[in-house]
């Protein structure tokens, strides 16, 4: 397993998605789950499958991956919404050399909005995953995402996410062992990352 690593809003999705149309081998996690895997995953998607659904899918995505090859997949917690991954999966993950996604901070917010088109209709389906955060972050906090909410800040709010949520949460999942693919520009980027997994590819088979 090619196991694709970043902070939020970093585009490995879309790096995925992007690989999958090229004919790469990809397994899709978060979209076999319906779930963006974060606070806010299941926000405008549909609702996700059982655990025994899920699982199926995934076996069933799992079979078309030839057994002497490889899949490209993004890094996962043990959970993806109320969906567990089974350990086989889960541990397949924990690879000694991920590819790093990293991108700059404006570009991983267009990211996060682009993400979540129907944001204004669906306003209010924020609110209680912001309000979750109160243990973590503090009721002054809250209140202030609460407020970049009600006035339609998107940009602010997903900024203020970032910086006091999710990068601290997230940035001790960069691993020691890494291929950093740098995502300033996503054609360069692209290109970085197809060489890398090709080099990574040969290295495991020789």
Known sequence: MLVLRGLTGTGKTRLLHELQAQDYPVLDLEGLAC?????????????????????????????????????????????????????????????????????????????????????????????????ALTERLGKKKIASFLAYLERGEWRELVRELMIDYYDPLYQHTCPERRVEIDMASWADGLEQLKRAVELLVAGSES
């Open 35 to 131: 779930h963006r895997g974060s606070a806010f995953g299941g926000v405008g998607l549909e609702r996700q499958p059982t655990q025994k659904n899920f699982e199926a899918l995934l076996w069933d995505a799992m079979r078309r991956i030839p057994v002497d090859g490889y899949a490209l997949s993004e890094g996962e917690s043990r959970h993806i919404g109320r969906l567990a991954l089974p350990k086989q999966v889960y541990d397949a993950l924990q690879v000694e050399t991920s590819l790093w996604i990293d991108t700059p901070l404006e570009q991983r917010i267009d990211i996060i909005l682009e993400d979540y088109p129907a944001r204004e209709a669906q306003a209010a389906l924020f609110e209680r995953p912001i309000k």
